[in-house]
């Protein structure tokens, strides 16, 4: 069984930034790509961000110079560092993980969601 936790949502005047995490724990034998997912109110959910396996890194062109998304694979956590955040950017964010377990069976995991909410 895997689980996934996500922390650092809040809320924050425009310009201001957050950094979100999300750590992946359990019966894991590989994790293949980790990505965050935005939702906004009455909007589909939509990919924000996206690192696979071997680093390589991919942002929606909305967030593109403002977030950055890495991972830490030795603590099979995912982050998303937002910076200079807008009022649009305004949304539950969600974690998106791509693992293998020990049995060998490969599965798609959301977290559960973490409110990003920029006003003044």
């Known amino acids: 069984q895997v689980q996934l936790v996500e922390s650092g949502g809040g809320s924050v005047p425009p310009g201001g930034s957050l950094k979100l995490s999300c750590t992946a724990s359990?019966?894991?034998?590989?994790?293949?790509?980790m990505a965050w997912y935005r939702q906004a109110p009455g909007k589909q959910r939509e990919l924000v961000a996206i690192?696979?396996?071997?680093?390589?890194?991919n942002v929606t062109d909305s967030v593109k110079g403002r977030f950055s998304i890495f991972r830490d694979s030795a603590k099979n956590t995912v982050y998303l560092q937002m910076n200079s955040l807008k009022p649009e950017d305004t949304a539950a964010y969600y974690c998106?993980?791509?693992?293998?377990?020990?049995?060998?069976?490969?599965?798609?995991?959301w977290g559960q969601g973490t409110q990003v909410t920029v006003s003044s």
């Open positions: 998106n993980v791509d693992i293998t377990d020990y049995r060998h069976d490969d599965y798609i995991y």
């Open positions: 359990g019966t894991i034998f590989k994790i293949w790509h």
């Open positions: 690192v696979d396996s071997g680093d390589n890194t």
